[in-house]
């Protein structure tokens, strides 16, 4: 069974940096797409950043510039590192692979103070 647990979330001034981490429970090589998806109060789940196993990346607008998106094999982790916060970037986290099925964490906490 295909886990995968965010962490990092926390609260952040604006203009700080959070590392967030998605933790695969197998080799993270066997997904075709893995991806950061986040969802504000009252907002529908939008889509922040994702890297195929060829290592192409996309950033939504909003974020790009600010985030990067990577990862470690070896650990089977992948990371968004975000510098830059706004307080819109307030939201719940989701970490997402794909490989014929879709699978999702459990979400972790951002929270940008003004």
């Known amino acids: 069974q295909v886990q995968l647990v965010e962490s990092g979330g926390g609260l952040v001034q604006a203009g700080g940096s959070l590392r967030l981490s998605c933790a695969a429970s197998?080799?993270?090589?066997?997904?075709?797409?893995m991806g950061w998806y986040r969802q504000a109060p009252g907002k529908q789940r939008e889509l922040v950043a994702q890297?195929?196993?060829?290592?192409?990346?996309y950033y939504a607008g909003a974020v790009k510039g600010r985030f990067t998106i990577s990862r470690d094999n070896a650990k089977n982790t992948v990371y968004l590192q975000m510098i830059s916060l706004k307080p819109e970037d307030t939201a719940v986290y989701y970490c997402?692979?794909?490989?014929?099925?879709?699978?999702w964490g459990q979400g972790t906490q951002v929270t940008v103070s003004s």
């Open positions: 997402h692979a794909y490989s014929l099925t879709s699978y």
């Open positions: 197998g080799s993270i090589l066997s997904f075709n797409v």
């Open positions: 890297i195929t196993s060829g290592d192409n990346t």
